[in-house]
């Protein structure tokens, strides 16, 4: 009865609930309406038609465009007047204008390192061309001179974390998708109001909806009052309109500009094992010292200043040289970001990039495997040419949904060569690609709509780091504790399969 209760009163479920009753408002409005006149039914019908076509000649995934045709075709009268509300993915053009300078500004302090990519030219060509493509879509460049540690857990990515904060000096700057209050989220916010106590710049971008059953509402009022600046990005109204589906997804720590975090674990008990809903979570984190640093702190202030409607200096917080840094790393290092305001899917490509360039084995590690026809191909293509190619997924799922969707992927790419594990301990959260020893991506991107199309998302790309071997050790190890899915366990029958059906045609809005 308490979780009834709960649930009934948790901010998620009020907001949903008024979602819903305003969509069935409009929608008996429009039927009302449309019973009264004809002429208001063939305007419905007309705009459903026209919308029809617009979704045809636009750039979007093709998975998308036939979701909504379908809706479309179902709902003649109806479908167009929801594709205006709900299947724009992108952002209000107010919001998007706010978006443009401050991408202005970063490609203008990020100018090629020219040094650094001739280098990577005399090296290797499918480096250089990977790196200059995400260099010509993004803006950020590729660096040596900085050292990289990964860590194949959140238990082991915690010490180092607060040691970090605690040496801060002059700002601390951290945007995550989920926070959540509990040992972890409690001995991090100590700490954060101490340094702001004494003086310390200390700011935090957390995602509204992410947030929504972890923290109160108008939680960043809260950490204001502790001295703290905060935004909650893209708030979660009882408004029905697509914007919705754009959340920040990043999870993104600096430190006085000397010191970077990212990769996969947000701010919650479940992400550092405290508690343990599905089993063991598996999850990964970076730091980073040295140049490369600069491009995570532009990542976080151009969102900042964004939200805050302000301009700050960006050469305030970049420090003038990291030369100083220990064990500089000879390997190339280029943080990445991608976003929902342009129709360059800037993740999904990188990972494409490093598919199609894997010679003797592709390993990825993946909460979520709900991909393309394009990704799809990719992956067989690769595998049929005697790449070994290895996807591991979670044995105990979050979202059941979800997880039955990732399953009817399987028996495609299994009958193709691509050899899939289910990790039994637990959950794995980590998104890893790595390729012959001498490519790797860590970041936030998942194998789904949502993460490639929809959200804002940051990773790392790596090229002959030192560090990628630990990479390779932790997915050895990953892959050594989960089950081989062989065709015969892949195959479903009857309500199954088509239940699984249902949920490849609606995976673009899952």
Known sequence: MKKIVKLLFCRFFVVFLLIIIQLSIVLSALTWLQDYNHWVYLASLAISIIIAFIIIGNRTNPSYKIIW???????????????????????????????????????????????????????????????????????????????VIYYPSGEKYLPDLIRELEKAEKYIFMEYFIIEKGEIWDKILELLERKAKAGIDVRIIYDDLGCIDTLPGNYYKKLRKKGIKAFSFNRFFPLVNARLNNRDHRKICVIDGLVGFTGGVNLADEYFN???KYGFWKDNAM???????????????????????????????????HNSVDNPSAGFVQPYVDNPLDDEAVGENVYLN???????????????????????????????????????????????????????????????????????????????????????????????????????????????????????????????KSELMTIEKCKTRGLTRIWQSVLRAFAPML
Do not use: C
């Open 69 to 147: 045709l379908i809706v479309i075709l179902a709902v003649p009268l109806f479908g167009g007047i929801l594709y205006l509300i709900l299947g724009n993915k992108k952002m209000s053009k107010n919001k998007q204008k706010k978006y443009r300078p401050m991408n202005k500004v970063i490609r203008e302090m990020n100018k090629k390192a020219e040094l650094v990519y001739s280098q990577l030219q005399e090296i290797n060509a499918d480096a250089s061309a990977q790196s200059n493509y995400i260099q010509e879509t993004t803006g950020y460049p590729i660096f040596q001179n900085s050292p």
């Open 274 to 276: 405290k508690v343990k």
């Open 287 to 321: 730091m980073i010292k040295g140049d490369a640093v600069k491009s995570l702190t532009l990542m976080f202030i151009s969102f900042w200043d964004v939200l805050s409607n302000k301009t700050d200096k960006l050469e305030q917080f970049i420090p003038v040289t």
């Open 354 to 480: 490093l598919i199609g360039r894997a010679k003797k084995y592709l390993y990825i590690t993946t909460p979520y495997l709900v991909i393309d026809n394009e990704m799809i191909v990719a992956l067989s293509n690769a595998a049929k040419q005697g790449i070994d190619v290895r996807i591991v997924t979670p044995h105990h799922p979050d979202k059941r949904t979800v997880f039955s969707l990732t399953r009817s992927f399987y028996l495609q790419l299994v009958e193709a060569g691509v050899k899939i594990y289910e990790y039994t301990p637990g959950f794995v959260h980590q998104k890893v690609f790595l390729a012959d020893d001498d490519f790797a991506t860590v970041g936030t991107i998942n194998l789904d709509f949502r993460s490639l199309y929809l959200h804002f998302e940051n990773g790392i790309w790596l090229f002959h780091d030192p560090v990628i071997k630990d990479i390779k050790a932790d997915l050895d190890d990953i892959i050594s």
